[in-house]
């Protein structure tokens, strides 16, 4: 769950972003800054830790990113870490991925599967939610061999069931109220 402080740091620097026109551009910055908080051993720990003064923190951090990404990225990142949140960078950037897709009309959709979908199956699927929820679709496939078949959607915080499994679930739970 993304933390209040988060929600507010990241909606902030979203604002800015979208009153300077640079939506786009901040979006891949903290995408790329969070994927190596993500995925380097230890650089989360080495920018938190109050071992290494906040000033050298802050210098190895503007090393890193200052040529690849944008100022207020940057800033924004040392920011974090003048208030201790450097370990909140990935929530920041979820949160800030969020209202850009609320602000640019597109919606996350994950199907899960028993197979991976094919890709007439996949296009018609983000074709039937694009017109019914009227929004831009961005699909994340899962494949799950427990449904059986058919698929299970999971978007705006709800999941849309309709799986073999289910159904099988279904009727199981309609045997035993009628035993």
Request: with cysteine; net charge negative.
């Amino acid at each position: 769950m993304i933390s209040r402080k988060a929600k507010i740091y990241a909606g902030s620097l979203y604002d800015l972003a979208a009153e300077e026109g640079l939506e786009e551009r901040i979006l891949e910055d903290l995408r790329q800054m969070s994927a190596a908080v993500r995925d380097i051993e230890g650089y989360v720990k080495l920018l938190s830790s109050p071992a290494v003064p906040l000033e050298e923190r802050k210098a190895l951090l503007k090393e890193a990113w200052q040529q690849a990404v944008h100022p207020y990225s940057l800033n924004f990142a040392c920011l974090l870490l003048d208030n201790g949140m450097a370990a909140e960078l990935s929530d920041c950037a979820s949160e800030y991925k969020r209202r850009f897709d609320e602000a640019h009309g597109i919606l996350q959709v994950t199907a899960i599967s028993a197979v991976p979908l094919t890709e007439e199956e996949r296009e018609r699927l983000i074709r039937a939610v694009g017109q019914r929820t009227g929004k831009k679709v961005e699909l994340t496939e899962k494949t799950d061999a427990s449904l059986i078949g058919g698929m299970r959607l999971e978007m705006d915080g709800k999941a849309y069931e309709d799986s073999v499994s289910s159904h099988l679930d279904a009727l199981r739970r309609l045997l035993e109220e009628n035993k």
